[in-house]
């Protein structure tokens, strides 16, 4: 059987059509991670840019290493969208694991822990690489073309849309009160925090806020 086609392969229609499709793959992990890395090439072309806000070498430099910041973060994006999908599937294989005798109920039982545990993992690097994404959008608007300012800010909040998005499938996946998945819920929260700490540098008329379960939600003020 011929490996399925990474999803970045297809046309954006097909690509459209596969998250529209009842399959439990790809879904909001994988669509996170392509918000990010969305974000990150729309980065990338504000970086790249010839012109700065000003002219000046400083605002150059800032932009050359904001571009590499997010061709960095955007490669890894790329990545995390089938990285996801693979990581759902293993979960769902785990769970169809027999269980009649006790060695098979204790075999499965691990299976579903290494899947989930990778399942709770590559989201939490999604985040981290979408707050990646942020920060060079904020350099970008900071300094870049302010022909290209709002473009900047799109880049921003697509990387904040998939942020919220990997933080609610981390906590989807990471069991309550086990101890193996506090890692993953601290680095999200971690990557939360710092970006609501952006928020106001962009200049975005939003209000980030943090609901009771822990998970991401974005109002107006």
């Known amino acids: 059987m ?4 990474p999803l970045l392969d297809l046309s954006c229609r097909e690509l459209l059509e596969r998250f529209a499709s009842p399959e439990p793959t790809p879904g909001g992990g994988s669509a996170a991670a392509l918000a990010g890395a969305l974000g990150a090439a729309l980065v990338t072309m504000v970086c790249a840019m ?4 000003t002219g000046s070498a400083e605002e150059r430099s800032s ?3 904001a571009l590499g910041r997010a061709r ?5 994006l790329r990545a995390l969208v089938d990285e996801d999908s693979a990581a759902y599937q293993a979960v769902l294989a785990a769970y169809r694991l ?14 579903i822990t290494s899947a989930l545990t990778r399942a709770t993992e590559v989201p939490a690097q999604t985040a981290e690489a979408c707050l990646s994404v942020m920060t060079a959008a904020a350099e970008a608007a900071r300094h870049g073309n302010p022909r290209a300012l709002s473009d900047a800010r799109t880049a921003w909040l697509l990387a904040l849309a998939g942020l ?3 933080i609610e499938n981390v906590r989807i996946n990471a069991r309550e009160g086990d101890p ?3 890692p993953f819920l601290q680095r999200a929260q971690a990557a939360w925090a710092e970006a609501r700490t952006g928020a106001s540098s962009m200049g975005i008329p939003l209000e980030l806020g943090v609901i009771e379960q822990g998970g991401a939600v974005i109002a107006p003020p």
């Open 72 to 76: 960095e973060a955007g490669d890894r």
């Open 2 to 5: 011929a490996p399925e086609r």
């Open 98 to 111: 027999p269980k009649t005798g006790e060695a098979e109920k204790s075999a499965r039982q691990a299976a």
């Open 180 to 182: 193996t998945y506090a």
């Open 63 to 65: 932009l050359e290493a």
């Open 164 to 166: 919220a998005g990997a």
């Open 50 to 53: 010839p012109k700065t806000r």
